[in-house]
């Protein structure tokens, strides 16, 4: 079957096996994969040390081809789309999931689909099939259904500013900064958890498709937290003046290891809280299919169909910025 590979820092379409279900999961035909600014970061900064670990592709569609399970609401044929890590959950030997920092669970780390997002066919195992595996309602696209991890991701980070989901959130002003795709889905997100959200990108051309989705940004306000989705260090500055004295970065980004962060008296003599978020939990995943399946988020048309074979001209156009949002059919 084919799958992509990083090969001397090239995206490389080359023929594997086929993955073979040998224990308790499934074998999932992959319909499709988005995209993501992730598997750009993987790319940019490979090595020939490490290329060689590296897996491309996370945001996967598919349908269940071959299952061994004692989940018992999964069958063959089911369209379903996917996170790609799992935290261990074990509360009691493991402080991460104890506090709920499930992307720095040891077991988080070492999960992963078999072979690549990017291949013909995949292979989860049973925690995927518990955790992180939901099915699809069959009126999303396809690239639609796709953007069940990243926006599980945006949740979790939502969830890190300290809202919850399902109360009345108004009384709070958020600013994006950085409106590429994450970014759009961060507002969306925000915006079904009932916080208001604004956006800033030094691209007018962003702004301008920001604007058509509802959001806008009013100069003349500051803000109770900002979410950094811009993997820019001159977006600290932004940050900073927009945000209340008191108020929140949420840092859902990175940057250059050379670039300049955050100075110690920006945060000191304003009590700003700079907080991370990383990876989703798997109730964020759950939200996640809840608010794509009853879409209450809308990510309907953001994304541009290149071909398996034509990955590395998606890989390119993105780098170049000729395209908000890629996604490859499979």
């Known amino acids: 079957m084919k799958s992509a590979k990083l090969i001397d820092g090239k995206v490389k379409i080359i023929d594997v096996n086929k993955p073979v279900l040998n224990a308790k999961g499934a074998i999932i035909k992959v319909i499709g994969c988005g995209l993501c600014g992730s598997d750009l970061v993987k790319i940019k900064h490979a090595t020939k040390e490490n290329e060689q670990n590296i897996i491309l592709g996370h945001e996967v569609v598919g349908r269940i081809e071959e299952i061994n399970t004692d989940i018992k609401n999964y069958k063959i044929g089911d369209i379903v789309a996917l996170g790609h890590h799992y935290p261990c959950l074990d509360t009691k030997n493991c402080d991460f999931c104890k506090n709920k920092s499930y992307s720095m669970c040891p077991t988080f780390k070492k999960s992963n689909i078999f072979p690549s997002g990017f291949s013909e066919y995949i292979k989860v195992d049973e925690n995927h099939l518990k955790y992180t595996v939901y099915k699809m309602n069959s009126s999303l696209k396809e690239d639609e259904k796709a953007f069940l991890e990243p926006l599980s991701c945006c949740i979790r980070a939502i969830k890190r500013a300290g809202f919850e989901y399902g109360i009345d959130n108004k009384k ?159």
């Open 172 to 330: 709070y002003n958020t600013l994006t900064i950085g409106l590429g795709s994450i970014g759009l889905l961060m507002m969306k997100a925000l915006k079904a958890f009932d916080v208001n959200a604004y956006g800033f990108d030094i691209s007018q051309d962003r702004m301008n498709l920001a604007l058509e989705h509802g959001f806008k940004f009013d100069e003349n306000k500051k803000y109770d937290c900002i979410f950094l989705t811009a993997g820019n260090s001159k977006a600290i500055k932004t940050a900073l003046d927009c945000v209340i004295n008191g108020g929140k970065i949420i840092v859902f980004s990175s940057v250059e290891l050379d670039e300049a962060g955050f100075s110690n008296n920006d945060i000191y003599y304003r009590e700003l809280s700079i907080i991370s978020s990383y990876s989703p939990g798997v109730e964020d995943i759950e939200l996640s299919s809840i608010l794509l399946n009853e879409k209450k988020v809308d990510v309907a048309k953001l994304s541009t169909y290149y071909s398996l074979d034509n990955l590395e001209q998606a890989v390119n156009d993105s780098f170049n910025n000729k395209v908000f949002k890629a996604y490859i059919k499979i």
